[in-house]
């Protein structure tokens, strides 16, 4: 086990709602970063929070967006719902002082399903 | 822009056999790093290795084997003597700088009795 959580495991959603996903790092990690994989496919990444500062992020809209605590522990919000955004969404820590070397480890996901 | 190939999208083999999933990557970048996760059906990915690219030797442990070649941006991963419990998608990925991580499409593992 990563030491990684994520809650909740499973959530049914209906299009134009919201959604907040939650996720704790592994301890003494203070970076954050999240992904969406698409069955079928490999993981996608969202973005990352480094000392609850957005960090990088992919090629996803606005609506999609973060929040990272004191705790290190992180959210990822997603407003208005479309049914592509159905995927199993993956949190992962890392230790940001190793750099790009820094393995990150991941949670067992969240699987969301959009009707 | 980074890329992942894992040209095999699914492998079927008997148990006890020896397999070998296949890793092509492109960066531009002198300094990176490759992994490879684990992904069982319960979803979550499960680190095995990580690898920069300054050091090209190859690594075993236990049963599972990687062959990293610069000269053909490839680190292929090898699990001797298969058992039923590697059944499972296994994914390679590219990191460079940020801590993105780029992952290829996945291979589909399956060990038969």
């Known amino acids: 086990e990563t030491g990684v959580t994520q809650s909740p495991t499973h959530l049914i959603k209906t299009r134009g709602q919201q959604v907040t996903l939650r996720c704790s790092s592994q301890?003494?990690?203070?970076?954050v970063s999240w992904y969406q994989q698409a069955l079928g496919q490999g993981p996608q990444f969202i973005f990352q929070?480094?000392?609850?500062?957005?960090?990088g992020r992919g090629n996803f809209p606005p609506r999609f967006s973060g929040l990272q605590f004191p705790n290190y522990s992180s959210e990822l919000n997603v407003n208005a719902l479309e049914l592509d955004d159905s995927a199993l969404y993956l949190c992962?820590?890392?230790?940001?002082?190793?750099?790009?070397?820094?393995?990150?480890?991941f949670g067992p996901g969240t699987r969301l399903l959009v009707l | 822009a980074q890329k992942v190939t894992q040209a095999q999208t699914e492998i079927s083999v008997v148990e006890k056999e020896d397999v070998t999933l296949d890793c092509v990557y492109e960066?531009?970048?002198?300094?990176?790093?490759l992994f490879w996760y684990k992904q069982p059906p319960s979803g979550e990915l499960v680190f095995l290795i990580r690898?920069?690219?300054?050091?090209?030797q190859n690594e075993i442990s236990g049963r599972y084997s990687w062959n990293f070649q610069k000269s053909t941006s490839s680190f292929n991963f090898t699990i001797t003597a298969s058992q039923v419990v590697d059944s499972a998608v296994y994914f390679c990925?590219?990191?460079?700088?940020?801590?993105?991580?780029?992952f290829g499409q996945g291979t589909r593992l399956t060990i038969n009795p």
């Open positions: 992962a820590s890392s230790l940001e002082a190793l750099g790009a070397q820094s393995t990150q480890y």
């Open positions: 301890s003494g990690h203070n970076t």
């Open positions: 929070y480094y000392r609850e500062e957005e960090n």
């Open positions: 960066t531009r970048d002198t300094t990176y790093y």
């Open positions: 690898r920069n690219s300054f050091d090209e």
């Open positions: 990925a590219l990191v460079q700088g940020a801590q993105k991580l780029v």
